[in-house]
């Protein structure tokens, strides 16, 4: 295989990213100063997809965890197992990362239990080790290791937010929605459907982005709109399309629905 042939290989491997400013760079300078990172940003803005980009482009693997309500440190950690009899020892993602020297990403980890933030402390420091009490191991970071944790702050209430002690334990970036000449590039891109149908979609976004916080919890995603692009370029009408990736996920109010089809077709058509 020739050299151009691999480095096509490689690129077709690498997921999809569009930087917004210098966020790759500071991720490369992270990982190679072993410093933890923080992501911050609304829902479908582009954050795990940044994640698997650079993951790539380093070569290294990720786990990533999709962290919820009953998620413990153990699901993290490991535990022990019954298997053919025997009780063995299973490494958790996190463990499995820690030794591998690959990169774990903690999406969402404000909705995980509180006791996993106790466990990721002491692999925020200079320490970088991983305690596992249950077999009384000390296990230090492999070279490649990287911990990325990260999080929606536009609707979590105090009960759920990362403490300051937590939050100063990483260097963060904040995400956001591309601009429009960006986001719909993005979309193009992602769903094969023409640049000047899917600047409309984006107008369309901005208009149902600026009712969030009055009728809304969250505004409309980068990843909806992918998504509605991707039916319309499949043959879907755009009406549907409209409705059933920029509406329905969004609300359940009957009323809100109606006020928001109110904005599709004064801005859509």
């Known amino acids: 295989m ?9 690129e077709r491997e690498i ?14 300078h992270a990982y190679r100063r072993r410093l933890p990172l923080l992501l911050k940003g609304p829902t479908g803005c582009g954050k795990t997809r940044f994640v698997t980009h650079m993951a790539a482009r380093l070569g290294r693997a990720c786990y990533t965890v999709a962290c919820h309500d009953d998620l413990t440190a153990a699901d993290l950690t490991g535990r022990y197992l019954l298997r053919g009899g ?10 499995r990362a820690v030794r591998e020297g690959a990169i774990c990403y903690l999406d969402e980890v404000v909705e ?4 996993v933030t106790v466990v990721l402390h002491p692999l925020t420091d200079d320490r970088r080790v991983l305690p596992l009490e249950r077999t009384g191991e000390l296990l230090e970071a492999s070279e490649g290791f990287m911990l990325v944790v990260s999080y929606n702050p536009g609707y979590q209430n105090i009960l759920k937010n990362l403490k300051p002690s937590t939050r100063q334990r990483f260097l963060a970036l904040e995400f956001g929605f591309p601009p429009p ?10 769903s094969g459907l023409a640049k000047e149908r899917c600047a409309a979609l984006v107008r369309l976004a901005h208009r149902l982005r600026e009712l969030k916080e009055q009728d809304l919890e969250e505004g409309v995603s980068t990843r909806l709109l992918v998504y509605c692009a991707t039916l319309i370029s499949a043959g879907v009408s755009p009406d549907f ?5 920029l509406i329905e996920p969004l609300t359940d109010d009957p009323d809100v629905k109606a006020g928001l089809l109110e904005v599709v077709r004064a801005a859509y058509g």
């Open 241 to 245: 399309a409209v409705r059933t990736a």
């Open 181 to 190: 000449e960006l986001e719909t590039a993005i979309v193009a891109r992602e």
């Open 112 to 115: 995980a239990r509180k006791d």
């Open 15 to 28: 997921p999809f990213y569009q930087p917004l400013g210098e966020e790759c760079a500071l991720f490369e």
């Open 2 to 10: 020739t050299r151009g042939a691999n480095l096509a290989m490689a």
């Open 86 to 95: 025997d009780t063995v020892w299973v490494d958790g993602p996190l463990t």
